[in-house]
């Protein structure tokens, strides 16, 4: 396992209100202790401290709440082999409908097994609680550009902002540690797909075109973009 370069801190909220931080946190408070992401081939770990999620300690939540760990440090991350993750990210796209759109999942998953990290985990985010997958975001970085293969959130965790957070951590960490190497990012969403359609244009993303039938249920896509 290859040794990542120490970052120090990310402050993944440092430019929201103070009202959103406070809801955000509330929404994490209860379940996110783990996060793990790679950037340009290195993989770093991200943990919230317990005494940061009360809300006497919010200041020192806000400038805490990201620690980028030497990976060898921390024997929780041994998890990060690509296969482990590979199959708990299969387990949780069963039970979403639009996993299996023609950008297949199951051929995602066929790839990950037979390839390396670097490779195919380029930029990859992740939530663990207990050593469990529970929430995932993976990215395509061509040049200045970002597409979004898959966003998922485990059904027992939906509706507490993880998605979010994710996002968050990919704009933050391509701000703080990539220097603004992606200006856009550009996603498929079904155009059935109600909660998801209105995640992504309260998150700025804004339509720019259509997918006709992309789904294997014949559904049609929007295309969806958002510069950073």
Known sequence: MKKIQHYGQLLLLGELSIRKKKTLIAKWRRKIKNILFSWAGNIFSAFI??????HEYFDS??????????FDENPFFNLADELFIAKQMYEISLADTYSQSLNSFENFFSQ?????????????????????????????VIMNEAEMDYLFVSNDYRRQGLSNLLLSIFEYSNK???????????????????????????????????????????????VMEKNL
């Open 49 to 54: 401290k317990e005494e940061y999620l009360e």
């Open 112 to 140: 990950c097994v037979h390839a390396t990290n670097e490779k195919y985990f380029s930029n990859f985010y992740a939530i663990f609680e207990d050593k469990k997958l529970i929430s995932f975001l993976n990215m395509n």
């Open 61 to 70: 939540f806000l400038s805490n709440l990201v620690l980028l760990n030497e």
């Open 176 to 222: 703080y540690i990539g220097n603004h190497q992606v200006s856009k990012i550009i996603l498929e969403v079904g155009e059935n797909n109600t909660p998801a359609l209105s995640f992504y244009l309260k998150s700025g993303f804004i339509k720019i075109s259509v997918r006709k039938k992309y789904y294997r249920n014949m559904e049609n896509a929007f």
